[in-house]
């Protein structure tokens, strides 16, 4: 290893030169590549929506969270079905889950998802109903049974 840093120490130029110009090949291979990302979570070839089954509506108030089905495609009303679906099937299954729904109008819903289209005047979403202390030993496990519902 001295020899190495010897000859590195000797020739400095040399180094730094080389470290930008290899800085700069992978920079250009980057961006040769391109990206296979995508922007929207709801986009159906997308991890994020093989992963996610709920997104949230708006960042939560106080104790307050909001979300909605994640549905392809992200319309508000495939998003209202899938949210009383979610809702019926949460009250009445074996394993009950009881949950609370609001009504967002059409604006107020897309300022907050553009890329939900406005297909009717507003869609339900659900809210949570844990709004005690001693309720945060259930929140794991009520919100892997919300999950599932959503994806069924």
């Known amino acids: 290893m001295s020899p190495l840093a010897r000859w590195c120490h000797r020739h400095r130029l040399a180094v730094v030169l080389a470290w930008v110009g290899l800085l700069i090949a992978l920079g250009g291979a980057v961006g040769a590549a391109g990206s296979s990302f995508g922007d929207s979570p709801l986009s159906p070839d997308t991890d994020s929506a093989r992963a ?56 107020a819903f897309t300022a907050r998802h553009a890329k939900v289209t406005a297909d009717a005047d507003g869609a339900r979403i659900l809210r949570s109903v844990l709004m005690k202390p001693e309720a945060e030993d259930h929140v794991h496990r009520l919100h892997e049974r919300v999950t599932r519902l959503a994806r069924s």
């Open 52 to 107: 996610t089954a709920l997104l949230q509506y708006q960042q939560p108030e106080l104790d307050i969270v909001s979300y909605f089905p994640a549905v392809v495609p992200a319309t508000l009303g495939a998003i209202d079905a899938a949210s009383a679906r979610v809702l019926a099937e949460g009250m009445t299954g074996p394993d009950p889950v009881f949950l609370s729904t609001l009504k967002a109008d059409r604006d």
